[in-house]
């Protein structure tokens, strides 16, 4: 079992920047890829950004040049830059972590991200 706990959430005007962290623990060992994943209210959860192993980074067309996803082996944690904030990107923000591909079966608690002035 992996265990993910997010933070780094928060209130940030327009045009800001945040920095999420996600720490894994547990299997960790097991882990290929990860990913963030955000949902906003009324809408399906959607895939932000994903990372494997290898360092290979994948993007929504919508976060494309404004989020950077990294991961830090060394103290198992993935990360989520977030700069040029718009309200759009409010969402709860969820990490996530897969074994084998794209199957996410490890999720953490997610962490609000709210962009407004």
């Known amino acids: 079992q992996v265990q993910l706990v997010e933070s780094g959430g928060g209130l940030v005007q327009p045009g800001g920047s945040l920095r999420l962290s996600c720490v894994a623990s547990?299997?960790?060992?097991?882990?290929?890829?990860m990913a963030w994943y955000r949902q906003a209210p009324g809408k399906e959860r959607e895939l932000v950004a994903f990372?494997?192993?290898?360092?290979?980074?994948n993007y929504a067309d919508s976060v494309k040049g404004r989020f950077t996803i990294s991961r830090d082996n060394a103290k198992n944690t993935v990360y989520l830059q977030m700069n040029s904030l718009t309200p759009e990107d409010t969402a709860v923000y969820y990490c996530?972590?897969?074994?084998?591909?794209?199957?996410?079966?490890?999720w953490g608690q997610g962490t609000q991200v709210t962009v407004s002035s």
């Open positions: 996530a972590a897969a074994r084998y591909g794209l199957v996410f079966g490890s």
């Open positions: 547990g299997s960790i060992f097991s882990i290929n890829v």
């Open positions: 990372i494997t192993s290898g360092g290979s980074t």
